[in-house]
């Protein structure tokens, strides 16, 4: 029996770029026993270019996605993007459930908007930490690791329900049920500059860069993520960082779903993570955890 | 000399005095048509300036825009290169102790920018807001695949980089994200595009 049913809302750069972060979800879930159903025939939350130069749309392109989110019978809904997340809290604080909200996006009063989970803070919960750690076959033993939260997850606090805005626990709590050992560092945070990468890489080059020079200075041999975004800016860029700050700092980024794949044997665990461009492998050869059969 | 300290100190009493005399609340007030920032309380504590992650790029603090914006500074705060180079990180909102929206009044700003159309001084920012926009328009959700492309050719950057020979790195870039796999994904038209292209009717270019 499915213990949970959900509805899911992927959003855009988990069907293109972010396929690692998508499979790994999806893969981690059906173990779990969880059942996702996607929102049928979703279309993108607008993102940052909405919400900078179009809030009106911003705010319409989120309606769409609930009232199709309203045909289906889950009343929670799990978003993997912290983006996402934010955009869809943000519209239901901006548009309170009223007959007018009714009428121009036509959803069923009665019903009202669905919970909004983020991804890190659903696995989080007692109930799933305890499904979890029933599930883990290899803990994630000797691995030291920073958790790197970003901001759309968690700020600002009314839109997120976050109480620790400013010092999150789900992803520490998360890896630490694997075995892990998540180290306390003040970034935890702090912006990686998300899609400025594209027109302003040299912000982006100087925020990652502080990142990677703070998670080496705390002794973590690896950051682990829950946003796409983060991941991109983390892992796709990090060479051309590494050359921008003259300096190695050769950290594997993980997503804390490819870390539950891998501490409960998942199959699935090398594709994700041979998708990543900073070679995740060596430093999981080096602690044992990388034997695949 | 203590008289004339006091007498420079009076004077600069008196310049404030002026400035606060003379209110110019109607770009205020319009801005916060707008939406509910809540700018006026603003008591210039610079928590939001302090915490905020992108101050080595920007012209003016956040504190200042809000400021200039009490102030009626019209000008001062539609040319700034602030409102473009800010993160929306948040930090700035999720940390003030009076509970004005920063980061949704920039975003207001930015739109007022628009409106009124106001040179934009960091172009390439509009233009990748925009090429998004028009890439949602187009297919119902954001494609990365014509998306990078777009930018890359509409913010000039593909000719810059094509003149002074710099694509070396992009190719090799491109080529490592293509063999691992990233990329491969068709684009496809999702059934309701037509609302999507009324939602984003602004956003034909
Ligand atoms: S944190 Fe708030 S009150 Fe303090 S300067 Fe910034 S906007 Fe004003
Ligand atoms: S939202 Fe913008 S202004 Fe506010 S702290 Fe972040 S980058 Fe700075």
Redesign the pocket.
Known sequence: MKIFELAYYPGCSLQGTAKDYAESIIGICESLDIQLTEVPDWNCCGATAAHSIDRRASLDLVGRIFRQAAQMPQSEMLVPCPMCFNRLKTAILAQPFDQKTEDQYRIPMEKGFPKIWDTANFFATQQMMETISNKVQQPLKGLKVVCYYGCMANRPSEISDETDFENPQSLDRIVMNLGATPIAWPFKTDCCGATQVLSRPDIVSHLVGNLYDMARRVGAQAVVVSCQMCHANLDIYQEKIEADWGRRFNLPIYYFSELIGLASNVSGVEKWLSSHLTDPFPLLRELGLWNPT | MITKDYKRRENKIEQMHQATLHPNEIFLQQLEADGKFD?D?????????NGCPVTFAMDLY??EV?RLVILGQREAVLKCRTIWVCAACET?TA??????K?AELMDAIKERTLLERVPVPQPQILTLHRTFLKNVRKWGRAFEGTLLPAYLLRSGQFLHKWRERLWGWDIKFGWRLLYRGRFFHFPKKIRGKKEIRNILIHHKK
């Open positions: 700018a309380v603003c008591f210039q504590c610079r928590k939001c300036t956040p504190d809000i700035c940390r003030c102790p009076n509970g004005v920063i």
